[in-house]
């Protein structure tokens, strides 16, 4: 069974970082997709950044490139999310994700369809 745990989130001020983590268990794909959601209230879910651990390939929205680095450490079995340079509008709930990744594209792997593991997701609130 395929478990994803988020930890990380919380209160910043605008400017601050955080970094999320996400430990997986129980995939058994030896290559797949991995990414950040996050959903603020009122709003659909959207993604951030992803991961192709075939290659090493990222991606990224761009409401992030340059402020935000995704990462895994395979020994860990753990996705991280390095968030620097924090705005307001970053505020919402960051959900991990996982999946089998039949398309690797910059449009498919920042898509909600393309993942059927989710985790709980962690808060993270940036204020001005």
């Known amino acids: 069974q395929v478990q994803l745990v988020e930890s990380g989130g919380g209160s910043v001020q605008a400017g601050g970082t955080l970094r999320l983590s996400c430990a997986a268990s129980g995939y058994t794909y030896s290559r797949y997709c991995m990414a950040w959601f996050r959903q603020a209230p009122g709003k659909e879910r959207e993604g951030v950044a992803a991961?192709?651990?075939?290659?090493?390939?990222?991606y990224y929205a761009d409401s992030v490139k340059g402020r935000f680095t995704i990462s895994q450490d395979n020994a860990k079995n753990t996705l991280y999310l390095q968030m620097n340079s924090l705005k307001p509008e970053d505020t919402a709930m960051y959900y991990c994700a996982a999946g089998p990744c039949q398309y690797v594209n910059s449009w498919y792997v920042l898509q909600t369809g393309s993942y059927n593991y989710w985790g709980q997701g962690t808060q993270v609130t940036v204020s001005s």
């Open positions: 991961i192709y651990t075939g290659s090493g390939s990222t």
